[in-house]
């Protein structure tokens, strides 16, 4: 069975619904893999063996055949093509009955009393939990170096980052821990990790993906989305994951999705557009390398380059560091050590358990964009931070809708480099803050954005592709990827020290 850890979703599914392996046993395959591999990775927060094999238990039982039938499994309409597949979440979905930290001490202890949104469809097509995944504390970095539980390693270099801030995700995928994982993109959480662990995360439209019990970060920035090894994986599990849902404010009321309908469509005519601004100073040389042959791969494959302006996609990050500080400050005041997660253990009044609750569950990262965002919205302030950063988010989105008269989806570089290693920009705030240069913009304007691995740079380290689509150009951008995913194999190389 050793061969099913490089399977996609497909042939899993296949093979469970030819009975050649049970959930039970695909479950208890990737546990044991965890149960291996995670002491030394550090991407499973939390596990739950009984958990699990109850839920791969009810998975078979929805694939037998029922009475009457020649077939069940992935050929019947009414069981999902993702039943009895093992996933993980981040860290960050409210899981009922599981503890649910967001990598934070504050809520080291949390069991959460029901399911997310997107915890609850892919659990209703029948995937299977296998645990949950470490994280940026509240998703605050770009190198899973601020949990509270520690760092997770990189699959590849166990010395270098996965990138975050679902690090956790991108880590158990690469060393196939966990055939798919949720992930979460505030500035670039899903697509970063993605492009530096060499695998496939896409981040939906805004408001494709309900929000209701992802713990919030920055809530008109934060999107929930897949994380796996190819398109065609992450388009399955995005047409189980979208939809409308009336608990939050902000879920599109829109038609339900099959994101894998345009997957085989040829990319002749295809007009790939190259910004001139994340071509220039700042990438490395072997990123570039690494890019610029992706593209020649896919003028093979009919499509077109042209080049087009994001003329105000210097200031996304600094925007976007005003912004989301800001929407942080308030999301994470209802932490207070009142009614869930830590309390100070000793305090004299109420104004001093609040602060000591907070100064002992936060960690120095989330300390510091709680003060910024305070800062930025207070009186006298506000006008001068948080209203201009609104403004020229206004503008950065005004670029997109220009550059897309001219190109049907936009290519660059998804980080500036390969992983890098522990400790190497922990000490600047703002060169850590840099890795997001090539992502922030998307979530600004809410368009949809993927990673694909494209390549390796530097001492055989990942290098991500990044392909920003129009607003609902999720299944373009899939297709776009899927294409060249037949054309390469990068997504399908495995790091060697989890063979």
């Given amino acids: 069975m050793s061969d099913l850890i490089n399977s996609s979703l497909r042939e899993l599914s296949a093979a469970l619904a030819a009975k050649k392996v049970s959930a039970v046993e695909l479950a208890t395959l990737f546990l044991d893999r965890v149960e291996k591999f995670n002491p030394a990775l550090n991407a499973f927060i939390t596990l739950d063996h009984e958990k699990t094999l109850a839920q791969a238990r009810a998975a078979d039982e929805r694939l037998k055949v029922p009475k009457g039938t020649q077939s069940a499994g992935a050929g019947d309409p009414a069981i999902s093509p993702l ?194 601004e994340f071509f220039g100073a700042g990438m490395d040389a072997d990123v570039r390398a690494a890019v610029e042959t992706a593209l020649a791969e896919y003028r093979k494959l009919g499509a077109t380059t042209v080049e087009v302006r994001l003329p105000n996609s210097g200031l996304s990050v600094p925007a976007y560091y005003v912004i989301a500080p800001a929407e942080a400050s308030s999301n994470l005041s209802r932490f207070d050590g009142v009614r869930y997660g830590h309390r ?33 919205l207070s009186h006298g302030y506000y006008d001068a931070y948080y209203l201009q950063a609104q403004k020229i988010r206004r503008l950065i989105a005004a670029d997109f809708v220009a550059a897309f008269k001219e190109c049907d989806v936009i290519m660059g570089p998804t980080s500036p480099s390969v992983a890098f290693a522990f400790g190497a920009k922990s000490a600047d705030p703002v060169q850590m803050y840099l890795s997001d240069i090539y992502t922030i913009s998307t979530n600004l304007a809410g368009l949809p954005g993927m990673s694909l691995p494209c390549g390796f740079g530097n001492n055989d380290m990942p ?35 989890v063979k």
Wanted: hydrophobic content about 40%; overall charge neutral; charged content about 20%.
């Fill in 344 to 376: 100070a253990p000793e305090y004299a009044d109420l104004a001093e358990m609040y602060s000591r609750t907070r100064a002992q569950g936060f960690g120095a990262e989330v300390k510091r964009r709680i003060l910024i965002g305070a800062y930025v």
């Fill in 83 to 276: 039943c009895g597949i093992p996933l993980a979440h981040k860290d960050i979905f409210c899981t009922k009955g599981w503890r649910t930290t967001c990598g934070s001490k504050i809520l080291a202890n949390f069991v959460s009393p029901y399911d997310a949104n997107v915890v609850e469809k892919l659990a209703a097509a029948g995937m299977v939990t296998l645990g949950k995944l470490n994280m940026d504390e509240f998703a605050m970095g770009s190198s899973n170096e601020t949990s509270y539980f520690g760092p997770v390693k990189n699959p590849w270099d166990v010395s270098c980052v996965p990138g975050g801030s679902s690090g956790g995700s991108a880590a158990a995928i690469a060393a196939r821990l966990t055939p798919a994982a949720t992930g979460t993109d505030t500035g670039g959480s899903i697509r970063q990790p993605a492009a530096l662990c060499g695998l496939t995360g896409l981040k939906p439209t805004y408001g494709v993906v309900s929000r209701y019990g992802m713990i919030a970060f920055a809530s008109s920035l934060d999107q929930g989305g897949p994380m796996a090894k190819s398109a065609e994986d992450c388009a399955l599990l995005l047409s189980a994951m979208a939809g409308f849902d009336a608990r939050d404010s902000t879920s599109l009321e829109r038609p339900p999705e099959d994101y894998s309908r345009d997957l085989d469509q040829p990319l002749t005519g295809l007009r790939i557009g190259l910004p001139q």
């Fill in 463 to 497: 290098v991500g592709l990044q392909i920003i689509g129009n607003w609902f150009g999720e299944a373009k951008m899939l297709n776009v990827a899927h294409q060249y995913q037949k054309a390469t194999d990068w997504h399908t190389r495995m790091p060697g020290g």
